[in-house]
């Protein structure tokens, strides 16, 4: 699985972007998604996830009502759009697949990852 990440970028807080993660493998709708974070120093941390059928999501709580994830398995991408960005968002987001689900939100559940997307927040 080739998982690529696009969409990242400058923008002033209170803006928006939308990630995109194209995956490269005939069985996507099989996998479910991850967006992870990472900013400078610090640890690779979970942003949000989505079910293979696109029917659960889960959050991490500082960006709950700002970020929504989805998919389109038609076109085998993963998105994150992102609403309301802060500085404290500035980070690499890389997105990931994991087969089988189970809702996993720790980086070591997920087999494959995208290179990555910088987004800067600016104040």
């Known amino acids: 699985v080739q998982l690529q990440a696009s969409g990242g970028g400058l923008v002033q807080a209170g803006g928006s972007l939308r990630l995109s993660c194209a995956a490269s493998?005939?069985?996507?709708?099989?996998?479910?998604m991850g967006w992870f974070r990472q900013a400078p120093g610090k640890e690779r941390d979970f942003v949000a996830t989505?079910?293979?059928?696109?029917?659960?999501?889960y959050y991490t709580d500082s960006v709950k009502g700002r970020f929504t994830i989805s998919r389109d398995d038609a076109k085998n991408t993963v998105y994150l759009q992102m609403n309301s960005l802060e500085p404290k968002d500035t980070a690499v987001y890389y997105c990931?697949?994991?087969?089988?689900?189970?809702?996993?939100?720790?980086?070591?559940?997920?087999?494959?990852w995208g290179q990555g997307t910088l987004v800067t927040v600016s104040s």
């Open positions: 493998v005939r069985t996507f709708s099989s996998y479910g």
């Open positions: 989505i079910s293979a059928s696109g029917g659960t999501t």
């Open positions: 990931a697949a994991a087969r089988p689900w189970f809702g996993r939100r720790k980086p070591d559940e997920y087999v494959f």
